[in-house]
């Protein structure tokens, strides 16, 4: 289960990443805040993660 959040969290900053860069070269202020709310949403869950891995261990 665990692994399975820690790839979430990576596929949601991925995908962030690039909505936030397309939005950015097509001057899409709209897209680029999506992308980087989309970011800090699996910047949390990555923290999330790693938080109950350092109590698992």
Do not use: P
């Amino acid at each position: 289960m665990a692994g399975e959040q820690k790839g979430k969290a990576k596929a949601e900053q991925a995908k962030g990443k690039v909505k936030e860069t397309v939005g950015r070269v097509v001057g899409n202020e709209r897209l680029e805040a999506e992308g980087r709310a989309e970011q800090s949403k699996g910047d949390a869950r990555q923290a999330k993660e790693k938080t109950k891995d350092v109590f698992k261990h």
